[in-house]
């Protein structure tokens, strides 16, 4: 089993930055991939950006040379660094972390979110 926790959340000025933390315990050595979803209100979960064991990353669109992903050696930490951030960044932001069980099954973890608030 694993447990994620988000931290890093709040209140910013459009233009400005912010860093996610997403802290995995538990069996962390099934994890293969980690990654950051978005929801905002009305709206349907979205994904942000994802990174792979083999450092691959990918973002959606919308951050695309805003936002970087990044993971510890250890595959415990997920970050995402935010930049520019735009009003339409507000959201509720989780993090996922996918990995396998003792048969080979994939196994999705979801953490509680933060909040990420883009006003001035």
């Known amino acids: 089993q694993v447990q994620l926790v988000e931290s890093g959340g709040g209140l910013v000025q459009p233009g400005g930055s912010l860093r996610l933390s997403c802290a995995a315990s538990?069996?962390?050595?099934?994890?293969?991939?980690m990654g950051w979803y978005r929801q905002a209100p009305g709206k349907y979960r979205e994904m942000v950006a994802a990174a792979g064991d083999g450092g691959i990353r990918k973002y959606a669109d919308s951050v695309k040379g805003r936002f970087t992903i990044s993971r510890d050696n250890a595959k415990n930490t997920v970050y995402l660094q935010m930049n520019s951030l735009k009003p339409e960044d507000t959201a509720v932001y989780y993090c996922n972390a996918d990995g396998f069980g003792d048969y080979g099954e994939d196994l999705h973890y979801w953490g509680q979110g933060t909040q990420v608030t883009v006003s001035s």
């Open positions: 538990g069996n962390i050595f099934s994890i293969n991939a």
